[in-house]
């Protein structure tokens, strides 16, 4: 089975800064687009930044100009860079590794990892 692996969560102050990895092995992690969503309690979870296999990202406008993400295929690891953060970004933060081919859906996700910012 191919579960990634979220790290790098925590508690940290409003005007911090956290950087998540999500590595991943037994896929061929290079053809894989990388999504990191989030669910706050009581919310739906929702997609937050997003890499392609060919590098182009893509955020939520709550996010712009705040989180980063980035891709080290020699890693097999994704990552998201978050500055600036704000209490509503606290939340459960999810790995997703989505791939599509020959009409098969290749979906994996992560445990997850959880952020809280305070005030």
């Known amino acids: 089975q191919v579960h990634p692996v979220e790290s790098g969560g925590g508690l940290v102050q409003a005007g911090g800064s956290l950087r998540l990895s999500c590595a991943v092995s037994g896929i061929t992690f290079s053809i894989y687009t990388i999504n990191w969503y989030r669910q706050a309690p009581g919310e739906q979870r929702g997609l937050v930044a997003t890499i392609s296999s060919n590098g182009s990202t893509n955020y939520a406008d709550s996010v712009k100009g705040r989180f980063t993400i980035a891709r080290d295929n020699a890693k097999n690891s994704g990552y998201l860079q978050m500055n600036s953060l704000k209490p509503e970004d606290t939340a459960v933060y999810y790995c997703?590794?989505?791939?599509?081919?020959?009409?098969?859906?290749?979906?994996?996700w992560g445990h997850g990892t959880q952020v809280t910012v305070s005030t």
């Open positions: 997703n590794e989505i791939y599509y081919a020959l009409r098969t859906n290749y979906d994996y």
